[in-house]
């Protein structure tokens, strides 16, 4: 397992310097001038009339300053070598750095993506194996056009519904319309400050749960009903085993397979925010952060992000590969490795 695991490790290197490439050379493409949004946030700030007076020197100055004036490959290859030595850069909107941003922003995309894993997790694997084991009765049916519902309807328009619905005067004006605490948050005792916080939350992480409730029930009852097909479930049948242990001692572990799949993406999922949910619910995680990096053309930003989603993508994959093992003896690091 070691052997395996190390050459596992010493493959990241290519394969995250083939990711930065490619990402850094398509966000250097992409439209748009950072040192014009930086200009225009400048006469903004200045609030007279500046914006006037800005010229081509003022777009050569911060050209020059971002090193934007280099070919792209020089660009790539200083911003690699800073990243080799721990600096992600200083942003180009406000020149504060790049990492002291994006450690602001995790801990709030990861308590509601840590949230949002628990209820998917908690409730659509049982749902799974209810639908497969009671596969074409009417629970089985009215779960998989509920399930097929859910999943069609896009979290953008389900979170418009639910502002308009859940949080308005006009109708039920039960939940908060975005942000995460209350203004006289401050005024609160400390249980009064945590329910507000989860009261904040509580509809961000429904609606970032929807979709992926949805696919994962649907997955582990696929999975969960090619396992009871098998000739070793029959035979557990056979010996007069009770439905119950069939399922849950024998089938379950080994339809585990792709719901451990699935969990790859949780690392990533978890520190990269939900760009959307965030957005309509001003919610300020790193999801929001990436958007309004990309309106600002901050690429010392897109980049940082990228790389983190990155780099956890990978060590997801690695986790879910010994995982396998864990779950199924079958599965061999030797046979990967060959």
Not at 33 to 56: L, V, W, Y
Not at 219 to 235: F, H, K
């Amino acid at each position: 397992m070691t052997d395996y695991i190390f050459k596992r490790i010493l493959l990241f290197f290519p394969t995250l310097l083939i990711i930065t490439m490619i990402t850094f050379v398509i966000c250097r493409m992409a439209p748009g001038d950072p040192t014009e949004m930086r200009i225009g946030a400048t006469g903004e700030a200045m609030k007279t009339g500046a914006k006037n007076q800005i010229t081509q020197a003022t777009k050569e100055y911060y050209k020059k300053k971002f090193g934007l004036d280099k070919p792209i490959w020089q660009q790539y290859f200083i911003w690699l070598g800073n990243i080799a030595q721990g600096d992600f850069g200083n942003s180009f909107k406000d020149d504060r750095p790049v990492i002291n941003k994006i450690l602001e922003r995790i801990p709030v995309s990861l308590t509601i993506s840590l949230l949002s894993f628990l209820l998917i997790y908690s409730i659509a694997i049982p749902v799974g194996i209810y639908s497969a084991a009671r596969q074409y009765s009417y629970g089985d049916r009215a779960t998989t056009v509920f399930l097929f519902i859910l999943y069609s309807l896009p979290n953008f328009w389900v979170a418009t519904l639910a502002i308009f619905f859940l949080c308005s005067p006009e109708f039920w004006n039960i939940f908060p319309t975005g942000g995460l605490t209350s203004l006289d948050y401050e005024t609160y005792s400390f249980w009064g400050q945590l329910w507000d916080r989860i009261h904040h939350l509580i509809l961000p992480v429904l609606i970032t749960s929807l979709a992926s409730f949805a696919f994962l029930s649907r997955q582990m009852r696929s999975s969960m009903l090619e396992v009871i097909r098998q000739d070793y479930i029959r035979t557990a049948r056979a010996k007069g085993l009770n439905e119950k242990t069939v399922i849950m001692k024998h089938a379950l572990r080994n339809s585990l397979i792709p719901i451990i799949t699935i969990f790859g993406g949780l690392l990533p999922a978890m520190v990269g925010g939900s760009l959307i949910v965030e957005t309509i619910f001003t919610i300020p995680g790193m999801g929001q952060l990436f958007y309004q990096g990309i309106l600002d053309r901050d690429y010392p930003l897109i980049m940082a992000e990228l790389l983190l989603v990155a780099v956890l993508t990978v060590v997801g994959v690695l986790i879910v590969d010994i995982i396998y093992s864990i779950v199924d003896p079958r599965i061999t690091f030797s046979k990967k490795a060959a």
